[in-house]
């Protein structure tokens, strides 16, 4: 039954196509899925009540519609070795294509646009750098360091779950970036002069950051729950 106690986290888990809704309403779903409904609505200064019919309208229409987002009832059903694998192929790989096709293509429009948009593709521009940074080696911490201890120790030490709260850490700050730059943009909502260049750019970038926040769902609520709670079972 939802209530205004209700994790925003245990929302997706039941029904991943809320991911879509979150996004659009601007709620962490990633970084502090832990919050509830009610913790929520005071962040926003608004009513939890009214707060909690709106994302029971936003289930009807989620129920009443085909999945939009990747089914992770059969990732939830993985033990943690397999989730690590899933990251690495579906998440890691991924981002890193994204990051390294947009890097380019962002200077190009910062360069060819700059007389009427610079100052908005100038601040883009640099949250991604920063985003990029930390992605890269935020990947690298997680394939050479944290991953392979969580292989090695089914069961999690002290010092284990520091380095997990440490990624988590990491995740906080790129769902920082990634809300600077949804928030500059509008979500990626490209001006009327934009070129296709331009209006490519954005796609992609927003193509990054939907992935990211599964990802960071993903590990936050899933894997990382689950090493917690149940070690590598």
């Avoid at 979500?187 to 939907?210: M, Q």
Wanted: hydrophobic share 40%; aromatic share 8%; charged share 35%.
């Amino acid at each position: 039954m939802l209530d205004i106690h209700t994790k925003i986290e245990d929302i997706v888990k039941a029904d991943t196509n809320m991911i879509g809704f979150f996004n659009k309403e601007k709620i962490d779903f990633c970084c502090n899925g832990y919050m509830t409904v009610e913790d929520v609505a005071k962040e926003k200064n608004i009513d939890p009540i009214i707060l909690v019919k709106k994302i029971l309208d936003g289930l009807d229409t989620s129920n009443s519609k085909a999945k939009e987002i990747i089914d992770l009832d059969d990732f939830k059903e993985l033990r943690v070795g397999e989730m690590i694998d899933s990251i690495l192929i579906d998440h890691h790989e991924k981002e890193r294509n994204l990051l390294f096709e947009i890097d380019p293509l962002l200077n190009k429009i910062l360069s060819v646009h700059f007389e009427h948009h610079g100052e908005d593709l100038s601040k883009l521009h640099s949250l991604f750098a920063t985003l990029k940074k930390e992605l890269e080696e935020h990947f690298i911490k997680e394939e050479k360091i944290t991953f392979p201890l969580m292989l090695e120790n089914e069961y999690p030490t002290k010092d284990l779950i520091r380095e997990v709260e440490a990624l988590e850490d990491d995740h906080e700050e790129a769902g920082d970036l990634i809300k600077e730059m949804i928030e500059l943009t509008d979500w990626f909502r490209t001006p009327k002069d934009a070129c296709r260049t331009y209006i490519h750019t954005f796609d992609l970038l927003e193509e990054l950051v939907k992935d990211v926040f599964v990802h960071i769902f993903k590990e936050n609520s899933i894997i990382f729950e689950k090493y917690r709670n149940n070690g590598g079972k």
